[in-house]
């Protein structure tokens, strides 16, 4: 999207977690997630917060109804979708909570980028937010070779509801306009405004992409708001299981905690902004990990996770698109340093089963 820069004010984040003194044993609570079945057996506190707030319009109206198809017309689908990014949202969901903003900006992420980490390339949009560079470094966020804040879920999140905050006062608390805004620019919506005499964000003379963008957020407002009607439900997220902040003094890598703590990695790597690309973070990162998790990760020592040098250099903007191949390469490794899958390593280089890696061989990380 094509933010505007504006000034920063950043929000203070949720507290981060402290260091505990004793090493304790990770909890089994975490065995059951993701659940097997969403249905929960008893009332799903850990959304009625966020999803009481939910103001879902235009239901019923032809283009918001394209949309809910769309997403829900394969109601088991949509349904593995939302678990997989299920405690990252309702993460996002108790931070527009605690801020007092609509409840629908939580789900600007899942149009954005379902809620995963994408890297971007020069001036290109990054993370789940897909934020621009020039937006994040106007709200305080670092990006640079090395270390790109808007894949550290925390301070981007924090970033982006600050720019909400700032679009909503610009347009008297409007939320269509503010999404607008946030797709297209600010600038480009009070153009808009001041061309068409029209104070209405459907009305203005706006891209069909962005009028798309809102009819998405409208859509997921009804489903979110209302699941049991469209055939799926709310993931049940058990407190072991949310989402917690931990600062780590040193740069660490996902694949490593994972595997430290028995963690999904996959899952770890999502929340942290490592979908794709390497998975390494730099020193002052805040991973999130689940609540039951959170205290054995502060009890690690930097040796059993901590991150390569090399990876943690080609992180942020500067994120390499190549790789030549070196003497001990294989395409298992590759994918596990680079983030990516080996079938993806494979379709991108034409490989097959069979095929043998050569020195020097140069393989492409991305499409």
């Known amino acids: 999207p094509a933010h505007a820069a504006v000034p920063a004010q950043p929000a203070t984040p949720e507290p981060i977690a402290e260091p505990a003194k004793p090493a304790p044993t990770l909890p089994p609570a975490l065995a059951a997630w993701p659940p097997n079945s969403a249905k929960p057996a008893e009332p799903n506190s850990a959304w009625r917060a966020w999803s009481e707030r939910l103001q879902p319009k235009r239901c019923e109206q032809s283009r918001p109804k394209h949309w809910i198809k769309r997403y829900a017309s394969h109601p088991e689908r949509f349904q593995t979708q939302l678990t997989a ?17 609509p409840a629908e900006i939580a789900l600007v992420p899942i149009v954005e980028s379902t809620y995963q980490g994408y890297p971007g390339r020069g001036r290109s949009p990054a993370g789940m937010w897909q934020l621009i560079p020039s937006t994040a470094r ?7 070779a090395g270390r790109d804040d808007r894949f550290d879920t925390v301070l981007a999140t924090t970033a982006a509801l600050s720019l909400f905050e700032r679009l909503l006062r610009r347009f008297d608390d409007d939320l269509p306009l503010a999404m607008a805004a946030y797709n297209a620019g600010d600038g480009r919506v009070a153009r808009a405004m001041a061309s068409s005499g029209k104070k209405s964000a459907r009305q203005l003379p706006l891209s069909s992409i962005t009028i798309d963008y809102l009819d998405k957020i409208a859509a997921l407002s009804c489903l979110m708001a209302d699941p049991e009607s469209y055939g799926f439900a709310m ?8 989402l917690r902040a931990v600062e780590l003094p040193f740069a660490a890598d996902a694949e490593r905690i994972a595997s430290a703590l028995r963690l999904d990695s996959r899952s770890l790597r999502r929340y942290n902004g490592a979908i794709r690309g390497p998975q390494a973070r730099h020193a002052g990162h805040h991973w999130l990990v689940q609540a039951a998790a959170a205290d054995a990760l502060l009890a690690l020592e930097s040796a059993q996770i901590a991150a390569d040098p090399a990876i943690i250099q080609s992180s942020g903007t500067n994120a390499p698109t190549t790789h030549v191949v ?27 089963a069979k095929t043998k890696l050569q020195v020097g061989q140069r393989l492409k990380l991305a499409p």
């Open 85 to 101: 990014y299920a405690p990252i949202l309702q993460y996002v969901a108790r931070q527009t909570t605690r801020r007092n903003l």
């Open 138 to 144: 106007s709200l305080g966020l670092t990006v640079q």
């Open 235 to 242: 993931p049940p997220l058990p407190p072991p299981a949310r």
């Open 326 to 352: 070196v003497s001990g390469d294989n395409l298992w490794t590759l994918a596990r340093r680079y983030g990516v899958s080996v079938r993806e390593l494979r379709q991108w280089n034409r490989l097959n």
